[in-house]
C-alpha cells in the first residue's frame, strides 16, 4: 500500500469526530510529502531535533505535533512552531513549557499523558498522580499553556480486552477533568496503529498512526 492510499482511506474510514495525526517519525521528507500531498497536515514526531529540521525544510501549513518524551532542555527547540505537544509527563515540564511560551509570547496547546498500561517503563502521570496535579492547581496560574486534554499509549498487548479496558479508563479521567478544565479540554489522543478502532469505540478524539500509513520505521525509536 502507497502512503497514498493508507491516508486516503484513514480520511475515508475515520469519523469525523476523530483528528488523524500522521506519524511521520524516522521516514524521509519525502514521504511525508507524499502524506502532504494526499491531504494529510497533520505530524507527529517523537524527537525534537528531527521535528524541527523537518519542520524547516516542509510545508509552512504543516501542523507538527510532538508525541514522544521531552526532555526540559529540548523544550525551547520546538516552542515557536510545535501545535499540540502530547506528551507532558510532569510539573516541572509543564511549568519549562509555560515559562518558555510567555517568554516568545506564545500560548502552547499540550495534553497531559497518563501511564495507564500495566507496564512499568511507560512514560506518563499515574492516575493518582495527575489527580494530585491537578487538585493542586498550579496549571492555574499558567498562561502560557493551555492544557487541551489527555494522552496515552496503551499497553502493548494482542489482549483486546486488555488494551480496551485501558482506553475505557482514560475516557473516564477525561470526562472528570473536563468538568475541571471546561471546553477548552476537548482531546483524548489515544490510539495507534494496531490498535485505533478499539481506541475509538472508547472515545479517542485523536489518533496517531504510524506503520499503517508510511510501513516499518527505518530505524527503532529510542527510548
Ligand atoms: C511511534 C508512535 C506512534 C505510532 O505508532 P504506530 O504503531 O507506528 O502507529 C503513536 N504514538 C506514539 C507515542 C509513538 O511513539
Known sequence: MSVTTE????HDELPESVTLVAVS???????IAEAYEAGQRIFGESRPQELRAKWECLPQDIEWHMI?????????????????????DSLRLLRVIDSEARRINKVIDVLLEVHISAEES??????????ECINQGEWREMSGVRIRGLMCVATNTDDTGVVRGDFCAMHELFLRYREVFGSEFDTLSMGMSDDYTDAIACGS????????IFGNRYYPPRA
Open 7 to 10: 491516508i486516503k482511506r484513514l
Open 25 to 31: 517519525k524516522t521516514h524521509p521528507a519525502e514521504a
Open 68 to 88: 514522544g518524551h521531552l526532555q526540559t532542555n529540548k523544550v525551547r527547540m520546538i516552542a515557536p512552531f510545535v501545535a499540540l505537544i502530547h506528551s507532558v
Open 122 to 131: 511507560k512514560e506518563g502521570w499515574n492516575p493518582a498522580e495527575l489527580e
Open 205 to 212: 478524539t485523536m489518533v496517531r498512526i504510524g506503520s499503517t
